[in-house]
């Protein structure tokens, strides 16, 4: 079994790379941004995915590129599936591969 190295998630970047260095709170994020604490919260403990709404939110009120919290949460998710599905992805031959054989 491969050993990966573990990916952080959008929940956690948020949490140590912006709401903890400015010294803020999950709440008074929230509050600044009108959405209720518990959706931060989900995103920050894993039980919830980042949306474009939030990531709206947030990447204004963070002063940053709309779409940063929601590109990361892709690319986690993407990592994710690509480790989960590993053996089932090496086992799929591209069309244009197949259609060279076929054709043959």
């Known amino acids: 079994m491969k050993k990966y190295i573990e990916l952080e ?14 010294n803020l709170t999950i709440e ?17 403990e894993g039980g919830e995915q980042m949306t ?5 939110l947030l990447t ?3 002063g940053m590129s709309e779409g940063f919290f929601v590109r990361w949460q892709e690319s986690y998710n993407t990592r ?11 086992e799929v031959i591209p069309l244009n591969k197949f259609n060279k054989i076929a054709v043959l």
């Open 60 to 62: 204004k009120y963070f």
């Open 9 to 22: 998630t959008v929940g956690t970047v948020l949490k140590e790379e912006f709401i903890e260095p400015y």
């Open 80 to 90: 994710i599936a690509k480790r989960q599905l590993r053996k089932k992805l090496a």
């Open 28 to 44: 008074q994020v929230a509050n600044a941004i009108s959405v209720p604490a518990w959706r931060l919260f989900a995103v920050i």
């Open 52 to 56: 474009a709404d939030l990531d709206l």
